[in-house]
T-cell receptor, first 112, second 111 residues
Framework: NAGVTQTPKFQVLKTGQSMTLQCAQDMNHNSMYWYRQDPGMGLRLIYYSASEGTTDKGEVPNGYNVSRLNKREFSLRLESAAPSQTSVYFC???????????FGAGSRLTVL | GENVEQHPSTLSVQEGDSAVIKCTYSDSASNYFPWYKQELGKRPQLIIDIRSNVGEKKDQRIAVTLNKTAKHFSLHITETQPEDSAVYFCAASIGDYKLSFGAGTTVTVRA
């Protein structure tokens, strides 16, 4: 039982390049989330998907897009990466009727 | 949206002493308050949570208190041990979908 799996774990991009962070969960959870973690700023919600087929903006959505591909997968895309998007990105999921967020291991992204 | 402030940002305690972290929230409609622990290089994990209809909750050496009137909640760790060294995040949410996190407290337990 893998839980929440994120890929890649590390990525270095040049300004203006695009990339997609992948996230998959095998717990049959309805809700999925993307957070970014920056020193001194905690975890900030980028986008979330309350259920399959829906997505909504969080606190810091600018520069990102998401796709809830199916119940298991929720991807985060950077169309034109900027140095301000250098961060650690965490995917998380939550089951229906439950409160606990289960996080993935994180993806460290550096934009030069 | 919800705004969660967390203090202190760093906390150093002697092993065996207690540690207290305090958070305030802005939206009186918030009704769920979890605490997550993140060890160095690891993912955040839930350690304890409380709902707005409860004033206090304990789990072994960890306790959380909630003051709805003042809109603040606190994490108390007693008899601290080296394995309690980590970053702790408080959070608040209205309903179940969106958690707003505090900036985190780095706790160091000195042997």
């Amino acid at each position: 039982n893998a839980g929440v799996t994120q890929t890649p774990k590390f990525q270095v991009l040049k300004t203006g390049q695009s990339m997609t962070l992948q996230c998959a969960q095998d717990m049959n959870h309805n809700s999925m989330y993307w957070y970014r973690q920056d020193p001194g700023m905690g975890l900030r919600l980028i986008y979330y998907s309350a259920s399959e087929g829906t997505t909504d903006k969080g606190e810091v959505p600018n520069g990102y897009n998401v796709s809830r591909l199916n119940k298991r997968e929720f991807s985060l895309r950077l169309e034109s990466a900027a140095p301000s998007q250098t961060s650690v990105y965490f995917c998380a999921s939550r089951g229906a009727g439950a409160n606990v967020l289960t996080f993935g291991a994180g993806s460290r992204l550096t934009v030069l | 949206g919800e705004n969660v402030e967390q203090h202190p940002s760093t906390l150093s305690v002697q092993e065996g002493d207690s540690a207290v972290i305090k958070c305030t929230y802005s939206d009186s409609a918030s009704n769920y308050f979890p605490w997550y622990k993140q060890e160095l290089g690891k993912r955040p994990q839930l350690i304890i949570d409380i709902r707005s209809n409860v004033g206090e909750k304990k789990d072994q050496r960890i306790a959380v208190t909630l003051n709805k009137t003042a809109k603040h909640f606190s994490l108390h760790i007693t008899e601290t041990q080296p394995e309690d060294s980590a970053v702790y995040f408080c959070a608040a949410s209205i309903g179940d979908y969106k958690l707003s996190f505090g900036a985190g407290t780095t706790v160091t337990v000195r042997a």
